[in-house]
């Protein structure tokens, strides 16, 4: 289990209880997510996620799953590059929110990352953008993504992890004091921000994030920080 599966926030909760409190957070952002990742992130997530698309290599034959695909911001650009998306997501609303500028490229499946609807190594590429960290239980998730992987199929993962030393202090300032307020002027929920911000500082850092992918069964997991390590890419191949 991982040290974020038993915790909302500052709180320590049963898993069940992280769970519903994680929907409900996402039933409250939704209509003001993908506006806030812009406040919030001053539009960097937008040059993160070009990247990390731009990083997933995929035949137009492949099948992709984007887990914890939100409002469909990483299944829209590959979309455009040719691939066929499903996005899985228990957020109807978060879906919701992004259906209008999806393609028919891009199809939406209400469920959980610890229980994907799909046979065992039936995926190609699997996906997860700004999502690990909300699973309920990061090791199951895992797990299922091995599961639903095809011997060979590639994980890849982006996700806000440990900046380097000299701006550690300064972030750490600007997610405790600043996104807390932007919260509550622009999405009018500042609790909710506070999950995400607790949520980023007790994510486990690089180094941890790559032994926890290999013990669910990956290999040649490798990463690469971007932006000095605010956020960061992992990848890795299913061995089986
Ligand atoms: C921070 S958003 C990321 C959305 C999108 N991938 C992006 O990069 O903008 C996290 C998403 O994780 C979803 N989520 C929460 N718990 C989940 C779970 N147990 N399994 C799968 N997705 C989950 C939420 O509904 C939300 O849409």
């Not at 209880?17 to 409900?24: D, F, G, H, L």
């Not at 957070?25 to 992130?41: E, G, I, P, T």
Request: proline letters at 4%.
């Amino acid at each position: 289990m991982s040290k974020l599966d038993n915790t909302f926030g500052q709180q320590t909760v049963s898993q069940d209880e992280r769970s519903k409190k994680i929907r409900r957070v996402f039933q409250l952002v939704a209509s003001r997510y993908d506006l806030m990742n812009d406040f919030m992130s001053f539009g960097t997530h937008r040059i993160w996620k070009h990247f990390f698309v731009n990083y997933i290599s995929f035949k137009s034959t492949d099948i992709i799953v984007d887990l914890a695909g939100g409002t469909g911001d990483i299944a829209r650009k590959l979309a455009k590059k040719g691939a066929n998306v499903i996005v899985v997501d228990p957020s109807i609303e978060m879906m919701q929110a992004g259906k209008q500028a999806n393609s028919q490229q891009v199809l939406n499946i209400a469920s959980i990352g610890e229980r994907l609807p799909f046979a065992d190594s039936s995926v190609d590429k699997l996906t997860i953008s700004f999502g690990i960290r909300n699973m309920t239980s990061m090791s199951d998730a895992l797990d299922e993504i091995h599961r639903v992987l095809k011997p060979g199929g590639e994980y890849y993962c982006l996700e806000f992890s440990r900046p380097m030393m000299p701006i550690r202090p300064f972030y750490n300032l600007y997610n405790q004091y600043i996104i807390p307020r932007l919260g509550a002027l622009v999405a009018g929920q500042p609790e909710a921000y506070q999950y995400l911000i607790e949520s980023i500082k007790r994510f486990p850092h690089q180094e941890e994030m790559k032994s926890l992918i290999e013990q669910a069964g990956f290999s040649k997991v490798i990463y690469r920080n971007l932006f000095f390590g605010i956020a960061c890419i992992h990848t890795g191949i299913n061995k089986h």
